[in-house]
């Protein structure tokens, strides 16, 4: 009886619908992409301050990024049970606690506890700027929306690229986080101005679901990680166990990925007897949903890898700071900014299936400029513009996939697409990262044995004095001297260096050909992503769902917050 009435007001409300709340959902995710971002420009100063390796500081990185991925499932049914905007009030405030702690560290212990805190109140975070999206605009809205969340990631990489490296190297490190707790202050502050989201204090949440996804996904991180370290698969020294000489790598990368069927066939039982559940499958209910979370997966693994991969040939090839890196990394960030922007004004024109194989082909032919552009000049036109290139099509697609994605749902699932966008992002990206960084320190070793045995000035007793498997990328300076004890003439060591630096080249010229490839392969489940994109989210839900939301609820309270707050 009332969904005539409503229905008719539904498209001019979209159309007046203010854009505050994705201010909020902006510059929250700035909030929470700039402490990454910031972690690693600020490496030599917190590494000079609390008097640790470098490595530790890598370690609270991806200690964040694990909690994340860990409960971020958890952190959608959180929301739906409590309410959106009351939990990503109290997840703003606590993260930027968090930041304060950070500022404030004296060891690397709290830094680490610091950044683990973060990263677990982000997973509640993540969510509900999905559903804050989903629940304020819809259609051309709704994609510009989109387009700008995805912007936000590379927009908060330009700032702590600028920012932070300017703080690192003026008034110290600890001011870029102090930066974030006021951001954190103004976010809280803003969200009071959002609709309040009803809250579902029915929800059961599904804790069995959570603890197998959350131990899977510890599992696969620390397996992929500790691939570079410990072996990829027999185990070396600094494996913290073996297994008849195997490595523990890939023994929990065994653990994580059966963790990850048993927890599909969990849900799976779950959802067909009308039980409550950590994710909803009907995220991913058809072969287009897979097909985008392919999509999704390989262009994270892909962009974080080349985000690696680029900043070490800078470093260990070329020499360069970690200032120089940062400012020699702007046109890509850029370019990932705008393309995340404007992307959304193609999908009036194009299919999403002919949006994504044209960013793969731009994704890799820009890789293969890159490999075979690349020497010892930065300032090279072709390298520049391969930057440019890449940066357009990976910010293109993860737009697009997001987008496709959370148009093929129901509206009420927004917080498990967004949950499930979180887990995809954060995983992907520390999976791709840790396999390039095994995959080059192998082809560096391989091709330093090549080199090695191609000059005859470089002798037996120098190679077999030399480790190769624990080979890593080293600067000319910092492999002279390594082995310049070891050496028997200054030829040797010339030679050898001469060695050392061809191999780092080739290997990181094989690496991103390798990345070049797997874009390439990603034009299959391109194809398969919708031939014409949705106008708006779907609205119905089976009836017998009990994770539904209340829509009625949901847009009367979308109108009386609307006459509150003017």
């Known amino acids: 009886m009332t969904a005539g009435p409503v229905a008719p007001s539904k498209p001019g409300l979209a159309e007046k619908a203010s854009w505050l709340p994705l201010i909020v959902v902006v510059l929250t995710q700035i909030q929470a992409s700039f402490a990454v971002n910031a ?19 890598g370690t609270a990185i991806t200690a964040g990024t694990f909690s994340m991925a860990a409960f971020i499932l958890l952190g959608a049914k959180i929301g739906s049970r409590y ?14 606690a968090a930041m304060a702690c950070v500022a404030l560290s004296v060891s690397p212990a709290m830094l680490f ?18 559903v804050f999206i989903a629940t304020n605009y819809k259609d051309a809205q709704q994609a510009k929306a989109i387009g700008l969340l995805a912007a936000a ?34 976010n809280l502050l803003l969200s009071f101005r959002l609709k309040s989201i009803p809250a579902q204090p029915d929800l059961k949440i599904d804790w069995t679901g959570a603890i197998i996804a959350a131990v899977s996904i510890i599992f696969l991180s620390f397996g992929f990680s500790g691939m570079a370290s410990w072996g990829i698969w027999s185990a070396t020294d600094q494996a913290p166990f073996n297994i008849l000489g195997v490595s523990p790598a890939p023994l929990l990368i065994l653990l994580g ?6 927890f599909f066939a969990w849900v799976r039982k779950r959802q067909d007897a009308k039980l409550p559940r950590i ?31 680029i900043p070490l040939y800078m470093q260990m090839v070329q020499g360069r700071s970690g200032i120089e890196t940062s400012f020699s990394l702007i046109p890509y960030t850029l370019s990932i900014f705008l393309a995340s922007t404007f992307v959304a004004f193609l999908y009036d024109k194009f299919a999403p299936s002919a949006i994504a194989r044209s960013g793969f082909i731009v994704v890799a032919g820009a890789l293969c400029l890159i490999a075979f552009s690349i020497r010892n000049d930065w300032g090279q036109l072709f390298v520049v513009l391969g930057l440019v290139l890449l940066g357009l099509g990976q910010g293109a697609i993860v737009a697009l996939v997001f987008n496709s994605l959370l148009s093929s749902v129901p509206k009420p699932l927004a917080g498990d697409v967004g949950a499930w966008r979180g887990l995809v992002h954060n995983l992907s990206g520390s999976v791709g990262i840790a396999v390039a960084s095994a995959f080059a320190v192998a082809m ?81 489940p391109a194809g398969r992503m919708p031939k014409r994109r949705q106008d708006e989210l779907p609205e119905q839900m089976e009836p017998d769902d009990p994770d539904a939301l209340d829509l009625e609820a949901v847009e009367t309270s979308s109108v009386e917050t609307t006459r509150e707050n003017p």
């Not at 506890?113 to 999905?130: D, H, K, N, R």
């Open 39 to 57: 972690l690693t420009v600020s490496m030599q100063g917190i590494t000079t301050d609390l008097n640790t390796p470098a490595t530790s500081v």
């Open 83 to 96: 309410g959106t905007r009351k939990v990503f009030q109290i997840a703003v405030a606590i993260h930027a």
């Open 113 to 130: 506890i610091a950044q683990a805190s973060s990263g677990a109140v982000i997973a509640l975070v993540a969510p509900a700027l999905t």
């Open 153 to 186: 990631i590379p927009a908060a990489g330009v700032l702590a690229l600028l920012v932070a490296g300017w703080f690192a190297t003026t008034i110290g490190w600890r001011y870029s986080f102090g930066l974030m707790v006021i951001l954190g202050a103004i």
């Open 257 to 262: 990925l059966i963790g990850g069927q048993v």
């Open 279 to 309: 994710f909803d499958l009907r995220v991913l209910a058809s072969s287009s949903e897979l097909a985008i979370t392919a999509c999704m997966s390989i262009m994270l693994f892909v962009g974080t890898a080349a985000n690696f991969l």
């Open 444 to 524: 560096l070793a391989s091709q330093i044995s090549l080199g090695a045995s191609q000059h005859p000035e470089i002798s037996e007793q120098l190679i077999s004095r030399v480790n190769l498997s624990d080979a890593n990328f080293m600067t000319n300076a910092q492999l002279e001297d390594s082995i310049k004890d070891r050496a028997g003439s200054p030829e040797e060591l010339a030679a050898a260096v001469d060695v050392n630096a061809e191999a780092r080249l080739h290997s990181l010229q094989i690496s991103l050909l390798g990345l070049a490839g797997l874009a390439m392969l990603a034009i299959v």
